[in-house]
């Protein structure tokens, strides 16, 4: 059997993080989400090969990559010449690399490393459903009275779910569903969906599941609070608290925190689990890092700075004076002395967030900012819940920021 890592995706819905790295690049607890599927897919005992499908232009960046590099005579990048969906995201594979049974994985799910024996355990023919809270915004199964699938259902209208159980991304498909690729027909948004092959497999009787029962173990990363929530269940179910780094004798650590080999912890600062403190991180003096915060390579939360149930990206800097709260700061973003997020409405209500032009209810009503890599802020900034802010975007001192705003823009107030 082989395996197949779809990682041509856009990104679309991600944006502004998508907007300086393939979506796939984006780390989970210091590792990019694609290293994460490949070591699934070669976790796999039956899988001897693996095929990287990369965007346009991003092979020679995957390719570079340690884990691709270390398992190189097993793994192959290849690119999508074009995006024109999963089903011919596939076929481009199986075309090159001979029609076969394929493990496919979705490189922008997450899968709690607890529930990765599921998925060494598939046989061709099965797939894995996710029991989810909102099945509305997924792909949901039709199962027969005696349990079987039967089909699917794309989004259905809430409150008409067949059922509870989401499509994961994650299939060992047989290679006559995969022999069967070349014959469909685009979509009604004009893309050659997989999952249509999957559906007339279903109702055809060729496919079983089985089921991760765990809501939150499972999580389609494909918008930027999805990616946040991912980053907690991650830190309670696979952070290993250690510390390799530098770290004064008044720091408080409290709880599980990983300190990576090059970290600063500097005087009079609290740590509390669970935690993640990357390679060359800098945290300190004066201190409070929270539950659920994670900083990534280089990065740095200074003096008297109050970081809580968040991500900053490699090399971004909250230097002093600042609160960023259930947000994700981009990679070498620089938070001017005194910018804030704000992650709770006045109102107290659930926050929305623009995702490719429609707003979007959260369902959280703790939320900050989400701010692309390279961005900066003056002095006195206040970004209010839910914002985002394009990469390469300066936002004047003093300003409200109560709008996204676009990438490359000079924000003043």
């Not at 290679?175 to 559906?199: C, H, M, Q, Y």
């Not at 004064?248 to 709880?255: D, L, Y």
């Not at 985002?388 to 409200?400: F, H």
């Amino acid at each position: 059997m082989k395996a197949a890592i779809l990682a041509a995706g856009r990104g679309e819905r991600l944006r502004p993080l998508t907007e300086t790295r393939p979506k796939p690049l984006l780390p989970l607890l210091g590792e990019p989400m694609l290293c994460r599927h490949l070591d699934l897919a070669l976790s796999h005992p039956r899988v001897d090969h693996v095929v990287i499908l990369a965007p346009r232009g991003a092979s020679g960046e995957f390719s570079r990559l340690e884990c691709v590099r270390r398992a190189k005579s097993r793994v192959d990048v290849v690119e999508q010449p074009e995006p024109r969906g999963t089903g011919h995201a596939l076929a481009t594979i199986a075309r090159a690399y001979g029609i076969d049974d394929y493990l496919v994985l979705y490189s922008d799910v997450y899968l709690s490393k607890r529930y990765w024996g599921l998925v060494s355990a598939l046989s061709p023919g099965e797939l894995l459903l996710a029991r989810v809270d909102r099945p509305s915004e997924y792909g949901v199964a039709v199962l027969s009275d005696s349990g079987e699938l039967v089909g699917f259902v794309e989004k259905p209208e809430p409150g008409k779910e067949p059922s509870n159980l989401a499509l994961a991304g994650i299939y060992a498909l047989p290679a006559e569903v995969v022999a069967g690729l070349e014959s469909l027909k685009p979509s009604p948004r004009g893309e050659i969906e997989l999952t249509d092959a999957i559906n007339t497999a279903a109702r055809e009787g060729m496919l079983s599941y089985r089921v991760i029962d765990d809501s939150g173990a499972w999580r389609d990363i494909g918008r930027p609070w999805d990616y946040l929530l991912a980053t907690r269940r991650a830190l309670d179910d696979e952070l290993e608290p250690r510390s390799e780094g530098e770290v004064h004798p008044s720091a408080v650590i409290e709880g599980r925190v990983y300190i990576a080999e090059g970290a600063v912890v500097e005087a009079n600062t609290i740590l509390r689990g669970p935690a993640y403190i990357g390679r060359n991180a800098h945290v300190g003096p004066c201190t409070h890092v929270r539950p659920y915060t994670v900083l990534s390579e280089g990065a740095k939360a200074g003096y008297s700075v109050e970081v809580k149930a968040s991500i900053l990206l490699e090399g971004a800097k909250a230097p002093h004076l600042n609160y960023v709260g259930d947000s994700i700061i981009g990679e070498h973003v620089n938070l001017g002395a005194g910018t804030i997020t704000a992650n709770l409405r006045f109102d107290h209500s659930t926050i929305k967030m623009t995702v490719k032009g429609s707003r979007t209810d959260t369902g959280l009503r703790k939320l900050g900012a989400v701010i692309g890599g390279y961005a900066q802020t003056g002095i006195n900034v206040s970004l209010m819940p839910g914002v985002k802010v394009g990469a390469y975007s300066r936002i004047w001192p003093g300003c409200i920021v109560h709008r996204d705003v676009p990438s490359r823009a000079d924000y003043r107030c």
